[in-house]
């Protein structure tokens, strides 16, 4: 059912941007990431890279969390690598686990630690979007788009829920010394002072990230950072539940709808685009020439 639910999404996403795609020329598409200047490239490239400085807190804080000094270069090896090739190829839990596990077992981290950390990642992921969700959610409650089946028409309750959850968390950090077990799926007792530094490095990652793609949009009265911002997080919400690599199609529909007008689609296609180039594609050459750099290294120490 999932991967039937993933193709779906990823099927009607498809179908909304060529419905959207057939309105225009692509002559007016391509004019539209042609006017966008060069230094708001540079300064959105600028933002991906400040971008993935604050993606190395995630492992960083994950080595605290296991009590296993290493230096923050290896951590931060591990978490670009890991993160450019997760982000493009989707399915984080399985291609980031693996990047992970590579690393760290070669610098003799029992697999239970290991185990540990990737949890620990991927529990950052929801913490810190639970947090500045709820914050921008609450604050801003945009209309849920009729594609996401949400039994609700804004996001205000979404918001209310996710600082609760937040809240919680928080309170379970500062007074419970046990992890909680709930079925199958345990969540480690982090102490106070983690839970907070994670919230902030994770709530920092969803903020730039945003900021990468809306510095490529042109200026509109209509559209300040926050309203953008709240779109983005639902439309990546749309596209992580939807299992498709990347959010591909999916992130972009929901964006379109949320958000067009008042961005007119040919100019927020041409700025996805660019997007798409900039946050994804090119981290993942960073990521795998670094991968390769790393495994080619390793082959001559051994010989």
């Known amino acids: 059912m999932p991967i039937l639910l993933s193709l779906g999404l990823f099927a009607l996403s498809i179908w909304a941007i060529a419905s959207e795609l057939r309105k225009y020329q692509p002559q007016e598409i391509l004019s539209g990431m ?32 296991v009590r296993y000094p290493l230096p923050y270069r290896k951590t931060a090896l591990v978490a670009v690598i890991s993160y450019a090739i997760s982000n493009s190829v989707g ?3 399985l291609s980031g686990s693996a990047i992970r596990y590579r690393f760290y077992t070669t610098w003799g981290l029992s697999p239970g630690k290991i185990a540990q950390m990737i949890a620990f990642c991927n529990l950052s992921f929801w913490v810190g979007l639970f947090a500045v969700g709820g914050l921008v959610f609450t604050l801003e409650p945009l209309s849920v788009p009729r594609i996401l089946h949400l039994p609700f028409g804004t996001v205000h309750p979404l918001g209310i829920v996710f600082l609760a959850v937040t809240g919680s968390y928080l309170v379970l950090s500062s007074v419970s010394r046990r992890s909680l077990k709930i079925r199958d799926w345990v969540l480690p007792h982090l102490p106070v ?39 983005y997080l639902l439309a990546q919400i749309a596209g992580v539940v939807s299992n498709v690599p ?6 972009e529909t929901v964006l379109i709808l949320l958000i067009s007008p008042p961005i007119s689609s040919a100019q927020l296609l041409g700025a996805l685009l660019l997007y798409r180039v900039i946050y994804y594609f090119f981290p993942l050459l960073v990521g795998i020439v670094l991968l390769a750099l790393y495994e080619t290294k390793t082959l001559k120490d051994k010989a």
């Open 34 to 65: 042609a006017a966008i200047p060069p230094e708001v490239l540079l300064l959105s490239v600028g933002l991906t890279a400040v971008n993935y400085g604050f993606l190395t807190g995630y492992d960083a804080l994950a080595a605290r969390f």
């Open 91 to 93: 399915f984080a839990l």
């Open 193 to 231: 002072e983690i839970s907070l530094a994670q919230i902030l490095v994770t709530s920092c990652d969803w903020a730039l990230a945003a900021a990468v793609l809306f510095v490529l949009l042109p200026a509109h009265p209509d559209l300040s950072y926050l309203i953008f911002f709240g779109s």
């Open 246 to 251: 990347g959010g591909l199609g999916v992130f």
